[in-house]
């Protein structure tokens, strides 16, 4: 398993986040928490480092830097190993307005293409 510290905080009710999460779980050991953003848990850290989100992108706080959307996506995949270490790489030459905007169009979407949970995903306790 890869370590990479921080918290990753994502919509639990979203199916594509929570299987991408499933994803995260097998890749990185402990040092990296995962929470819905909508728990309570969740909650205390988006208040714990003023944030302001809504469920609608996938934000990353490793050591005091922020990363949200596609930014922390990026960086996960960076240190995920190959392949997708090798995936971000190949992404990343695109412009990062394209890889924002193809990213928004997923997010925006989410829930009509994959579908909603009926309850939050909460991966660890």
């Known amino acids: 398993m890869r370590s990479v510290s921080g918290i990753l905080?994502?919509?639990g009710y979203c199916i594509l986040c929570s299987s991408f999460v499933s994803i995260l779980l097998k890749k990185f050991d402990a040092s990296?928490?995962?929470v819905a953003m909508q728990s309570?848990?969740?909650?205390?850290?988006?208040?714990?480092?003023?944030?302001?989100?809504?469920?609608d992108e996938v934000i990353l706080v490793h050591e005091n830097s922020v990363f949200k959307?596609?930014?922390?996506?990026?960086f996960l995949m960076k240190h995920g190993g190959f392949p997708w270490s090798f995936l971000e790489k190949?992404?990343?030459?695109?412009?990062e307005t394209l890889l924002v905007w193809l990213y928004r169009r997923v997010a925006d979407n989410r829930y009509f293409i994959f579908g909603k949970r009926k309850m939050c995903y909460r991966p660890r306790s």
Do not use: N, Q, W
């Not at 309570?40 to 302001?52: D, F, V």
């Open 32 to 34: 990296l928490i995962i």
């Open 69 to 74: 959307g596609v930014r922390a996506i990026l």
């Open 9 to 11: 905080l994502f919509d």
């Open 40 to 55: 309570s848990k969740g909650l205390e850290y988006l208040k714990k480092y003023s944030i302001y989100a809504e469920p």
């Open 90 to 95: 190949t992404v990343s030459f695109f412009p």
